[in-house]
């Protein structure tokens, strides 16, 4: 069974600087997909950023990037110049290719301090 | 609709009782997903539709739990005799047709059994 491990259960960073957010994930298949959500006290998931696992080249959103290490299974997401509003809770997630189910992990809270 | 609508965005019932929580997706998506999000926790799967066909309903923790999407658009999770641990946020998602494309969620439902 597929599994996702968020080993960071809380991060902080100061505003402006970066930070990474760690995720690794254990599957047998080779067509999948990669998530990050951000989940605001709102509770809705907003999608940050995707990769599939096809594609060797990282992924970048703006301030969001990845860092896809397919071989290690190893999916890290780097917040660049960080903004207040950046403060959540963050999951990354696992979709294989041929269902469509979302697989999460437990999650990472990120503080942004002025 | 512009986004994936839940309701009642908050749920207080007594244990024992019978709740329905609608989920309402955005227009033309063919998937959609129900996940239960206990506090502290990620996500977890519990069913998905495609159009009016339940075609995944391993998560679902218990008979108490039942989905339908009757006509392939709004879709309703109800809980049987409900108990305390069935306490949680419950997340609907939807997605269209594609393969590659994300998973939309709403603002979920928070359910308090007392």
């Known amino acids: 069974a597929q599994t996702v491990t968020q080993s960071q259960p809380e991060m902080s960073v100061q505003e402006a600087e970066t930070v990474t957010l760690s995720c690794t994930y254990d599957t047998s298949e080779s067509d999948y997909y990669l998530f990050w959500y951000k989940q605001p006290p709102s509770r809705q998931m907003i999608l940050v950023i995707r990769q599939e696992a096809y594609k060797q080249q990282n992924a970048t959103e703006n301030r969001f990037s990845v860092n896809f290490q397919k071989a290690a299974k190893s999916f890290s997401l780097k917040i660049s110049d960080s903004q207040l509003g950046d403060a959540a809770m963050y999951f990354c997630a696992y979709r294989r290719g041929l269902t469509d189910k979302l697989i999460f992990g437990t999650g990472t809270r990120l503080q942004v301090f002025p | 609709g512009a986004g994936v609508s839940q309701s009642p965005r908050y749920k207080v019932a007594k244990r024992g009782q019978d709740v329905a929580l609608r989920c309402d997706p955005i227009s033309g998506h063919v998937s959609l997903f129900w996940y239960q999000q206990a506090l502290g926790q990620g996500p977890e799967f519990l069913t998905y539709?495609?159009?009016?066909?339940?075609?995944?309903k391993s998560g679902l923790p218990s008979d108490r739990f039942f989905a339908e999407r009757p006509e392939g658009s709004v879709s309703t999770l109800k809980i049987q005799r409900t108990q305390q641990e069935d306490s949680a946020v419950y997340l609907c998602?939807?997605?269209?047709?594609?393969?590659?494309?994300?998973?939309?969620f709403g603002d979920g439902t928070r359910l308090s059994i007392l």
């Open positions: 998602a939807s997605s269209p047709t594609r393969r590659d494309q994300p998973q939309h």
């Open positions: 539709f495609q159009n009016e066909a339940q075609l995944d």
